[in-house]
């Protein structure tokens, strides 16, 4: 074998070499995986910015201030009571203006008062009362519940009281009205789109409106507010 053969060779096979070795240590380093991400936090339900209209229906169990009085013509101090209004949602976060009224109706009879004690005169005696309510609040939006929208409000209340009984004049039946304030609060939870439930406790006072005459001026009671806790059935957004 000739030496020209020999170092044509050994050159073919160097230049393999250079050709095939240096391939792996030029694929480029392999990148690290990415750090895992966090999950987006959840974003508050958005704030209107228009005006919302929506109505309820109420059912509630009033108990009145003036206890001692309503025990001693209707035989308790806890009614039931009953209405419906109107919300209207303003375009600046959660204030929404609300009016609504509701009616309280029993029958008891008249009463005679003597040293502290109470005698029934066997009259029958119908006692309604139906205020109207005035009222302006805010609405909470919860961000990890957008269902629920927990709620205050308060405002001006118009009483009407009326109270007949049998065999009475025009002049011994009082139908008048009187001047109070209203505080509630609650939440309300969508069942849908457009309807909800909410529940909520209110506190009323119509000071001044009793008293003058009677077995409520016998126990001292004016007030023909309370506390009452109600539920109501919305309809709007």
Sequence with gaps: MSPRFIVVVAAAAFASCLSIAPAAAQDPPRKPPPPPT??????PPPQSKSFQIGGFGMLGSMTFTSRDSFDAVLGSHIGVIYGGGARLG???GGLFAEVGAWRFHDSGERVFTYGGSTFPLGITTDVTMTPLEISGGWRFRVRKHPKITPYVAGGFTSMRYQETSDFSSSTDD????FSGYHLFGGAEYKVSKWLG????????SVPNA?????????FK??????VSFRFKLTVGR
Excluded at 174 to 177: A, F, K, L, Q, S
Excluded at 210 to 217: E, K, Y
């Design 221 to 226: 009671e004016d007030n023909l507010g309370g």
């Design 210 to 218: 009793i008293g003058d005459a009677g077995v409520s001026s016998t």
């Design 90 to 92: 303003l375009p600046w």
């Design 174 to 177: 009082v139908d008048e009205n």
């Design 38 to 43: 966090r999950p987006a936090s959840t974003p």
């Design 197 to 204: 439930v909410a529940g909520e406790a209110a506190f009323t």
